[in-house]
């Protein structure tokens, strides 16, 4: 339960970095996922522990974008809206990720609760790589990642996860709406 407890202060440092469109929320990119590779393997929850990994990756990755992805090597990624042109292939990446890890979690894996698990997992993918290009559609992504697995988490009496997730919620809202209005100002 400690960890889980730091893990929950972690990401709302996280949060509160990424809702401030800090490119130092990538540093605890690095050391939430950590944390929580081991919460979620000890809770069954492989695909969430597996996509702790993947998030891992993508913030050396989203540190790079956020800091040399602009127009000039010294100047830092601007938050955009999605291109219409990368949202069929998200879908289609979304479709094939999620019945990828539906197979993988029935097939190899204990897991009782594999669809919503590898329903919150193929989001979080296309979410976080949303993210590392600094679409600001990447926070309604997260709304529905939060709420689902809020109600998961709860399921499997991860209460303080949970809690955390149901704020990650709300706060999606209000950074959807922040970075929306700085679309244009940078």
């Keep these: 339960m400690l960890l889980e407890i730091i893990g929950t202060v972690v990401g ?39 996509i702790n990994i993947y998030y891992l990756l993508v913030a050396v990755y989203g540190w790079i974008m956020w800091r ?32 990828f890890i539906v197979w993988i979690l029935k097939t190899f894996t204990d897991s009782n609760v594999p669809v919503w698990d590898a329903f919150t997992t193929a989001l979080s993918i296309i979410g976080m ?38 704020l990650y919620a709300v706060i999606a809202v209000f950074g959807y709406r922040n970075w929306n209005q700085q679309i244009g100002n940078e």
């Design 12 to 50: 709302l440092i996280y949060l509160w970095l990424e809702y401030k469109a800090s490119i130092y929320l990538w540093i605890t990119g690095i050391i939430m996922p950590a944390i929580y590779i081991f919460i979620y393997y000890n809770a069954g929850l492989y695909a969430d522990f597996g």
């Design 68 to 99: 040399y992805g602009g127009k000039t090597a010294t100047k830092e990624l601007p938050i955009t809206r999605t291109p219409v042109k990368v949202i069929l292939p998200l879908v289609a990446i979304f479709f094939i990720t999620f019945a």
């Design 129 to 166: 790589w949303m993210l590392a290009r600094k679409y600001s559609e990447q926070w309604l992504t997260w709304i529905v990642v939060d709420l689902v697995s809020s109600g998961l988490y709860i399921y499997k009496e991860l209460y303080f996860t949970a809690g955390l997730y149901a």
